[in-house]
């Protein structure tokens, strides 16, 4: 079997990416660790002796151990340590080391210890005896020199404390060129070297007393040009820009684990974005998969189940458990923290408990893995070898079974068999399907297409060898192309069951040219099926969303997680999430992180339109509330960035009041924010930074910054366009007034539609008893603290003068036409105001209030929420206003509860009749 070079083709992955580290109790073979006794003991003792070579003579020549076990099992590590004082530091670290197997063996043959424990035995020693070989290397040569700058990242079982019974382990050296000691005239990075090298031979050669452990480096980035200890800036610019994608599956069980420790903690939190990320790239998961096919390819002999099965690469051995875990974490694991366990057992856990894998799956695997593993144990424990595979011959295989403490080699076939099959299957249904690809002969891609669906399939082929030729720049690259090929069947067939398939492949292929990489995308797709039909259905429907797509195709990503056809959370806990950044990260990260946020849950809305998940009613307060959430969390660390050049103005703060759309807790996807900005206290004081403003200077700085925070483009997206035009004195007035001017000027000199907007205000920042003060300022003023004027008059003036200048857009306007929501709000508004009633920010509770007073009719409550449901459904769907095509037709009636198109025009004319009538009537009123 020609050999497999692991550094340069991902195979060094194999000996990495699955270890657990989970401390509980563990069941073996039906066993959970026992206590341990005097027959258990002898009887471990006899296996031993009869069938393992290598203990039975480690058992002859440590004879304290052989006469005391309990005191050996209960300190292990003091157990195993050796003499100190003359002897060499590679021969006390030998001496320990088999000691120590001894005793791991003992206490996991005997029951006294559990899979996990043995585990974590052996790991600990791995950490101790790298550590010291470390330390050592560097006194032999500085003996005065502190112990630092040079440090041991462990990758794989030892990362993750889970180190098999003969492991080798797989470090990353690296060292600080500024700290690390160095004899006269010597480069850092010469004195690197030479105290590696030192380490590896502590640790590696081999005499009498045996071996420490292996050292495997081949895992450190271009292993076949670099030298085997890294400088840590060089290693941070590599993983941050030129890493590999398995290489960042494998630094998922990455710890600083001997040396200098803060060294290596340090380049560890600067690689986490690296490892963990929000917008996933599928090429990882596409990569492990690959590796997984490869493995069952080139280990042919070790894969069917029987004598000569290889535990580790077999089909349902340890390395599919693993991967299993894996995949799932690498798709959720960069938006869910709690994914990020560095242990198979322990990530399965998680992924059960957050529902990410099926419960009854993942304990499946996790009985598989600790038998596996616990059997790759008692392989490697007869002769001291890393191996993995069950042995061919029958007499070597009972030995290996004897030793488990069953009868013979068919037994424990017969105990692992119903596992390993169990295994098989639950990773064969992960693993992507293979073949299916579509052909490249026109006519034969042609008959694809048409079969597929299209309608027009001579179209739909042209746009499908368009993407081939790589005429656009996201395509242009080999990745890109292996990636459009392996994701095409799978999404021509998801364009074509589509509502409107020609709309959803013209929309993709828009989408694709604005695009500066597609791989990511293509991946994604790839790995979520259900994603792919639901990006059909956006395509088709939804060109608003589509048209954010191609902007940013990452906000896909926040469609992954069921949750998000879920209703949005709570203020509250939105305002949390946009809060949650890493300490230290400065304001215009913070800006980043909410904006990512907003438009994540802005498009997620959306999708729950197009996939029929939600109400637009509620799907419009989840606008809403995500608005509130960013203004709070954007407002907020705005005040505190302006605080560090210009302080706090002494007893006041900011207020934003919110009117409109806004104001009412109901927006729509296009919907802008219309706010006004107030502060409390003495507007004649001076803030107390080191740059000192006055009151009035501060908080209109304070505004802009505010408002260039929610308005202002960035690499994240736009989010709201923000109106503060109804603030005092309107465009011409300063864009933040005292509560004091903005009573005065409300009481005094605002004009009906001024009061009009009133009606729909709503303080959405500021401190609770600030905000109060406002509240009570708007209460008196709706109450009857204003001038007396005309408000039909005016109302009539407004809306005619709205209609004069503001046309509807098209025959679907349900704000602008006649009869539409501009409409009923005038008819609510001056009933409000003329009554001094009814009041409420929030239009249909507003309506309610008047019904049941008798000043409006109990229709306008239904027409209220159809309109306001057709425009925000018409927002993603037909922004234009004009009726869209039949599969769109049909999407609108289904989210209005209507049951064909037909009905839809039926309601809209009927409920603008009403409304006409309402608004009718009241402007007859004498």
């Known amino acids: 079997m020609p050999s497999v070079p692991r550094g340069q083709n991902g195979y060094a992955l194999l000996s990495l990416l699955c270890i657990s580290a989970v401390h509980r109790s563990c069941t073996i073979s039906g066993r959970q660790a026992t206590p341990l006794t005097e ?45 100190t004082g003359a002897m060499p530091i590679a021969r006390q670290l030998r001496i320990e080391r088999r000691r120590l197997a001894l005793i791991a063996a003992i206490g996991d043959l005997s029951g006294a210890y559990d899979f996990d424990r043995v585990s974590r035995l052996l790991s600990d020693f791995a950490d101790m005896a790298l550590d010291r070989a470390i330390t050592a290397a560097i006194r032999e040569r500085t003996p005065d020199a502190p112990v630092q700058g040079f440090a041991a990242l462990a990758l794989g079982k030892q990362g993750s404390r889970e180190l098999n019974y003969s492991s080798d382990i797989d470090p990353i050296l690296i060292f600080d060129p500024a700290r690390l000691p160095c004899r006269p005239r010597e480069a850092p990075e010469e004195a690197a070297v030479r105290i590696a090298r030192r380490v590896l031979e502590l640790l590696q050669a081999r005499d009498g007393d045996g071996y420490v452990l292996r050292v495997d480096l081949r895992l450190r980035p271009s292993p076949e040009v670099t030298p085997i200890a890294l400088p840590v800036e060089a290693a941070i610019s590599y993983y941050e820009s030129q890493a590999l994608p398995w290489e960042r599956a494998a630094f998922i069980r990455a710890r600083a684990a001997a040396g200098d420790l803060p060294l290596g903690q340090g380049f560890l939190d600067a690689i986490r974005p690296f490892v963990w990320r929000r917008a996933l790239d599928y090429g990882t998961i596409r990569e492990i998969q690959e590796i997984s096919r490869r493995i069952r390819d080139h280990y042919q002999q070790g894969q069917r189940f029987g004598p000569g099965y290889d535990l580790k690469r077999g089909r349902g051995g340890i390395r599919e458990v693993e991967f299993f875990a894996q995949i799932h974490q690498l798709i959720h694991g960069g938006r869910d923290a709690a994914l990020r366990v560095p242990a198979t057992r322990g990530a399965l856990a998680a992924l059960a408990k957050a529902g990410r894998i099926d419960a009854d799956e993942a304990a499946a695997l996790d009985r598989a893995y600790v038998l596996l593993r616990t059997i790759e144990h008692r392989l490697q424990m007869i002769d001291d070898r890393q191996t993995h595979s069950l042995p061919a011959d029958s007499a070597a295989l009972d030995h290996v079974a004897r030793l488990h403490g069953l009868a013979d080699g068919a037994a424990l076939v017969a105990l692992l068999q119903p596992e390993v099959e169990r295994v098989g299957r639950i990773y064969d249904a992960l693993a992507e399907a293979g073949g299916g690809g579509l052909s490249s002969d026109p006519d034969l891609l042609g008959e694809r297409l048409a079969n597929a669906g299209f309608a027009d399939a001579e179209t739909a082929r042209r746009i499908v060898e368009g993407w081939r030729g790589a005429t656009y720049p996201a395509l242009r690259s080999p990745a890109a192309q292996s990636a459009l090929e392996g994701v095409l069947p799978m999404l021509i067939d998801a364009f074509g069951a589509a509502p409107d398939p020609q709309h959803a492949i013209t929309r993709f292929d828009a989408m694709l040219k604005r695009l500066p990489s597609a791989i990511n995308i293509f991946r994604l797709l790839e790995a979520q099926p259900a994603l792919t039909r639901l990006l059909s259905a956006i395509l088709s429907h939804a060109p608003t969303l589509a048209e954010q797509l191609g902007r940013r195709a990452e906000l896909l990503d926040g469609l992954i997680d069921a949750s998000a056809l879920a209703p949005v959370d709570a203020v509250p806990t939105l305002v949390a999430a946009m809060a949650a950044v890493e300490r230290g990260a400065d304001y215009q990260w913070r800006l980043e992180h909410v904006r990512r946020i907003v438009n994540e849950k802005r498009f997620a809305l959306g999708a729950q339109i197009v996939a029929g998940a939600s109400d637009p009613l509620d799907v419009s307060a989840g606008y809403a509330r995500v608005a509130e959430a960013a203004i709070q969390a954007l407002a907020a660390a705005a005040v505190e960035e302006f605080a560090t050049q210009h302080g706090r103005v002494p007893g006041s703060e900011l ?63 736009p989010l709201y366009e923000v109106d503060t035009r109804l603030r005092p004195s309107g465009a011409q007035g300063p864009l933040s007034v005292s509560l004091e001017g903005f009573a005065r000027y409300q009481e005094k000199d605002a004009w009906t539609w001024e009061h009009m907007a009133l009606t729909r205000a709503r303080p959405v920042f500021g401190s609770a008893a600030a905000c109060e003060q406002v509240q009570a300022i708007i209460d008196g003023v709706l109450h009857g603290a204003r001038p007396d004027r005309d408000v039909l008059a005016d109302a009539r003036k407004m809306r005619a003068d709205i209609a004069a200048h503001k046309p509807p857009a098209g025959p679907l306007d349900a704000k602008l036409l006649d009869g539409g929501l501009v409409d009923l709000e005038f008819a609510v508004h001056v009933q409000q105001l003329g009554h001094r009633t009814g009041f409420d920010p929030r239009l249909g509770r507003a309506i309610d209030a008047l019904v049941a007073q008798g000043l409006m009719p109990p229709a306008l409550r239904a027409a ?40 839809v025009v039926a309601t809209l004319d009927a409920t603008r009749q009403e409304v006409r009538h309402c608004w009718a009537a009241i402007q007859a009123r004498d």
Request: net charge negative; aromatic share 6%.
């Open 655 to 717: 207020v934003i009041l919110a009117l409109g759309r806004m104001g009412g807790g109901a927006l729509t996807h296009a919907s802008d924010l219309d706010l006004i900005y107030l502060f409390t206290g003495d507007y004649a004081l001076e803030s107390d930074g080191r740059r000192p403003l006055g009151a009035v200077t501060y908080y209109n700085r304070l505004a802009q910054r505010v408002t260039a925070a929610l308005s202002v483009p960035t690499a994240a997206g």
């Open 864 to 903: 209220h929420d159809f309109l306001t449901r057709l425009l925000v459904t018409l927002r993603l769907v037909a922004p234009d206003a004009q009726p869209p095509g039949p599969s769109t037709r049909a999407l609108i009636a289904r989210t209005l509860g209507l049951p064909d198109w037909e009905a």
């Open 39 to 83: 027959a258990s003991l002898s009887e471990t003792f006899d296996r031993i002796r009869a069938h393992s070579p290598f203990l039975g003579l480690v058992l002859g020549r440590e004879a304290d151990i052989a006469d005391d076990p309990a005191t050996a099992l209960r300190d292990p590590l003091g157990t195993a340590a050796a003499p």
